[in-house]
Nanobody, 115 residues
């Protein structure tokens, strides 16, 4: 079973930047819709950004203009570039694969925005 693996989380000051990466195995990575979700303590998991196999992107209103999702099919990797980070962006960030009804989640990576 294909499982994505996230990396790149950490502690950053408000206004700072981070780039998350998500790698997944398989020869059909290019066909996957890839999504980044996040879950803060006491809150439901929410979609942050997604990108389809045709590079169509979608963002949560709260991150538009600050976050950018992209993919490199040659490296089987999707990225989430996060800028102008705010304390409310603090959460565990999860990578998700979706393809023809198949869905798989990564283990998550912690992002903490604090001074």
């Amino acid at each position: 079973q294909v499982q994505p693996v996230e990396s790149g989380g950490g502690l950053v000051q408000p206004g700072g930047s981070l780039r998350l990466s998500c790698a997944a195995s398989g020869s059909i990575f290019r066909l996957y819709t890839m999504g980044w979700y996040r879950q803060a303590p006491g809150k439901q998991r929410e979609l942050v950004a997604s990108i389809t196999s045709r590079d169509s992107t979608n963002y949560a209103d709260s991150v538009k203009g600050r976050f950018t999702i992209s993919r490199d099919n040659a490296k089987n990797t999707v990225y989430l570039e996060m800028k102008s980070l705010k304390p409310e962006d603090t959460a565990v960030y999860y990578c998700n694969i979706e393809w023809l009804g198949f869905s798989s989640w990564g283990q998550g990576t912690q992002v903490t925005v604090s001074s």
